[in-house]
Nanobody, 123 residues
Framework: QVQLVESGGGLVQAGDSLRLSCVVS??????MAWFRQAPGKEREFVAA????????RFGNSVQGRFTVSRDNAKNTMFLQMNSLKPEDTAIYFC??????????????????WGQGTQATVSS
């Protein structure tokens, strides 16, 4: 059974950076993504990376500030978050698909999820 474990969240000030990691174990996954959910808000797509790591896409609210990458040799995906804003405060979830390999996988194709890591940005 595939398991995803996120790490790297924390409390930072506006303008700072954080790097989140997601380690995969227990099986093979293809496309991977980050989602986030702030209190009282719906889950929001943040970024996705293809199986090869060669292509990625981002949500409008993080475009130009966040980058996503993966190291398949280490079964790990990363989210580098720069120029953080208070509105980036959320629980960040790692997601992976065991069937879809590209960056346009529908959300319902992500069938493996981590427990989430909290990122808090103070003003």
């Amino acid at each position: 059974q595939v398991q995803l474990v996120e790490s790297g969240g924390g409390l930072v000030q506006a303008g700072d950076s954080l790097r989140l990691s997601c380690v995969v174990s227990g099986g093979t996954v293809y496309a991977m993504a980050w989602f986030r959910q702030a209190p009282g808000k719906e889950r929001e797509f943040v970024a996705a990376v293809s199986w090869s790591g060669g292509t990625s896409r981002f949500g409008n609210s993080v475009q130009g500030r966040f980058t996503v990458s993966r190291d398949n040799a280490k079964n790990t995906m990363f989210l580098q978050m720069n120029s953080l804003k208070p509105e980036d405060t959320a629980i960040y979830f790692c997601a992976a698909s065991t069937g879809c390999s590209d960056i346009y996988c529908p959300s319902n194709e992500y069938d493996c999820w981590g427990q989430g890591t909290q990122a808090t940005v103070s003003s």
